[in-house]
């Protein structure tokens, strides 16, 4: 079963979370998507902001709901926004949409619950890194999913810097900064 251990960040997601903590201004409210058993929830919440996320396997909302957060059981893929009743400062999605399948509608979801002058901050694996152009330049696999097997991350979507910058412009998003 996926997410049957706990979380636990590596040195490559702890320098992501002190990027992503770098920009974002004191005490905002934070709605993280995809937020697991709230692992980086509790990062925000260290630094203090109010943070809230939304998860969808079930064993990973219990363990985050036990660490004192509010945790929406909702599937980022339907209409989700409807069940939230407020807007936050921040909408964080780490390594969440390339498990999208139809990411205008996501995206568009997030302007719903993002205050006027909000910020959307996602973090994605980028498919023409440095790395893995070295790995298929050795004739191995780039770390990309080929099956649709329970141990896989269940990629379907591969994003460099420019189409993801093409796709959130294409839905209405300013593009401040593409780390």
């Avoid at 969808?56 to 985050?64: H, Q, R």
């Amino acid at each position: 079963m996926r997410y049957a251990t706990d979380f636990a960040m590596n040195n490559l997601e702890q320098i992501r979370v002190n990027q992503v903590l770098k920009s974002i201004p004191p005490r905002s409210s934070i709605l993280d998507l995809g937020c697991g058993d709230g692992y980086i929830m509790e990062e925000f919440r260290k630094n203090g902001h109010q943070v809230e996320g939304i998860e969808i396997a079930e064993n990973a909302i219990k363990k985050a709901r036990k660490k004192g957060f509010t945790v929406y059981d909702l599937s980022l893929t339907e209409k989700w926004t409807r069940t939230l009743k407020r807007r936050y400062d921040v909408v964080f999605g780490g390594e969440i949409i390339e498990h999208i399948f139809d990411t205008d509608q996501f995206l568009q979801e997030i302007r719903k619950v993002l205050k006027p002058r909000g910020a959307l901050i996602l973090t994605t694996p980028n498919i023409a890194s440095l790395a893995r152009r070295i790995l298929l330049l050795l004739g191995m696999s780039p770390l990309i999913e080929v099956t649709s097997r329970d141990y896989d991350a269940g990629h379907i979507r591969y994003f460099t810097r420019t189409t993801l910058k093409k796709l959130l412009e294409e839905n209405g998003y300013e593009v401040l900064r593409a780390g």
